[in-house]
């Protein structure tokens, strides 16, 4: 792989879960152009909780112990 994992699994499920419901919220709510950018910004969580790498948590030297994977 081109990344090391810098999210636990964990983190990993409340991201997907998170995600998801702030996609759907804010187009059911929001609407728009407003819900769109709210929707994407949610899709690009969801797909940090999906591979495991954040890359913001990247830049701050975040790391996982050999355990926690």
Same mark, same amino acid.
């Given at each position: 792989?081109?990344?090391?994992?810098?999210?636990?699994?964990?983190?990993?499920?409340?991201? %997907?879960?998170?995600?998801? *419901?702030?996609? @759907?919220? =804010?187009? !059911?709510?929001?609407?728009? +152009?407003?819900?769109?950018? %709210?929707?994407?910004?949610? *899709?690009?969580? @969801?797909? =940090?909780? !999906?591979?495991?790498?954040? +890359?913001?948590?990247?830049? %701050?030297?975040?790391?996982?112990?050999?355990?926690?994977?």
């Amino acid at each position: 792989m081109f990344y090391v994992k810098n999210v636990p699994t964990w983190e990993r499920a409340l991201r %997907v879960i998170a995600g998801l *419901a702030v996609a @759907v919220w =804010s187009v !059911l709510a929001l609407g728009g +152009p407003w819900g769109t950018a %709210v929707a994407l910004s949610a *899709a690009g969580i @969801v797909l =940090s909780g !999906l591979f495991g790498f954040c +890359p913001a948590c990247a830049m %701050v030297g975040r790391k996982l112990d050999k355990a926690k994977r």
